[in-house]
């Protein structure tokens, strides 16, 4: 007898937009200039028939993550992006039917990954000015829930969890054995981490991805950390040679280059600066809290309509959202680098307020 998983057939999956080459691709969180182009031809030249051909070796590139983190080797699962760990977490440490819980908005993929699998997916909505506190959180959890999933900062709205939020809340998970998984993958925009919970605790996972700040997102690559015995779990699950041989050369190199990360930290953070003083001395609404993306709500024109404009006319991708508390109907901009960011606002401008 033919069988289809039932929790397929309706399943929804966000189609992402393709054909973006030729544009400014400021709707998907990416690093808008990428790596410098200098380095990047540096690092193919080390490109040989044989790298090609043979399967990828992880030993050398996780010792070396593993040096970089500061944590041990069994602390370390390498992820075919970070998408891949959540998506074995979750199949790891939940049960059929068992609960998840999680804020909303979010990374959508939390909840496809739930629904996949036939979890319950209970979403935390944010308050109208945009906030979500370790006590809202808490309220949700109980002995019925398996597993809390908290990306810090979150996206898309930018909060992030001080260190007295999260053992407030991490106090609470064990208490009730509950796994949590922390999504670290806007961290280094930020600049705080909560890995040594997931060093030292059992059922404390942390996941972050080469696709934000180290500008990796072509090539996929990403890992989880946490106790041995957790990381174990993961490790068992994951597909052979799941990890891609270019991306683990290219996240080497820009580990070893000295000054590298912070350099690009410091653009980043610039151009984020630089977007959103000029946005408000234009009398924009904006939120902007941490991560590598702002909303912003328009002053004239509906958010769609400037959307579709901006791809037309402008050759510049960006996202609307509804319903984004305080805010409304707004847009969703991945900041980057002050050069892209004075494109966008010259073209937003334009747009926005014609007569």
């Avoid at 500061?70 to 959540?86: F, Q, R, W």
């Avoid at 939020?165 to 925009?189: C, H, P, R, S």
């Avoid at 003083?277 to 941490?290: I, K, T």
């Amino acid at each position: 007898m033919y069988y289809t998983n039932p929790n397929l057939i309706n399943l929804e999956r966000i189609v992402y937009q393709n054909n973006r080459k030729d544009y400014l691709r400021l709707d998907l969180n990416e690093n808008p200039g990428g790596i410098n182009e200098e380095f990047v031809q540096k690092v193919l030249s080390e490109i040989t028939p044989n790298f090609l051909s043979q399967y990828p070796e992880t030993q050398e590139f996780t010792d070396c993550l593993a040096d970089f983190l500061k944590v041990k080797e069994d602390n370390l699962c390498l992820v075919n992006g970070s998408s891949e760990g959540i998506r074995h977490a979750i199949e790891a440490f939940s049960s059929e039917g068992g609960k998840i819980v999680g804020v909303t908005p979010s990374y959508a993929m939390y909840e496809v990954y739930a629904r996949m699998y036939g979890r319950q997916y209970i979403s935390i909505p944010y308050n109208e000015d945009l906030t979500i506190t370790s006590k809202d959180i808490i309220k949700y959890l109980n002995p019925d829930i398996q597993m809390l999933i908290l990306l810090n900062p979150n996206n898309p709205i930018g909060n992030a969890y001080s260190t007295e939020e999260f053992e407030e809340i991490l106090e609470v998970v064990k208490k009730y054995e509950i796994t949590l998984l922390i999504d670290e993958a806007y961290m280094y925009f930020y600049n705080n981490t909560f890995i040594k919970y997931a060093i030292e605790n059992e059922h404390i996972l942390l996941t972050r991805t080469f696709s934000k700040l180290f500008s990796l997102g072509g090539l996929r690559l990403g890992y989880v950390v946490g106790h041995p015995k957790t990381v174990k779990m993961i490790s068992t699950l994951i597909t052979p040679h799941n990890t891609n041989a270019f991306a683990m050369l290219f996240a080497q190199r820009i580990i070893e280059e000295p000054g590298m990360l912070q350099e690009m930290i410091d653009i980043q953070l610039g151009g984020k600066k630089f977007i959103v003083d000029s946005l408000r001395s234009h009398g924009y609404e904006v939120n902007a809290q941490e991560g590598n993306f702002i909303f912003v709500k328009p002053r004239f024109k509906d958010a769609d309509i400037i959307v579709e404009r901006m791809k037309d006319e402008k050759k510049i991708l960006i996202k609307s959202y509804n319903g984004i508390g305080f805010l409304g109907k707004c847009l969703r901009v991945t900041t980057g680098g002050e050069e892209y960011m004075r494109r966008f606002l010259n073209a937003l401008l334009e747009i926005d307020c014609e007569a």
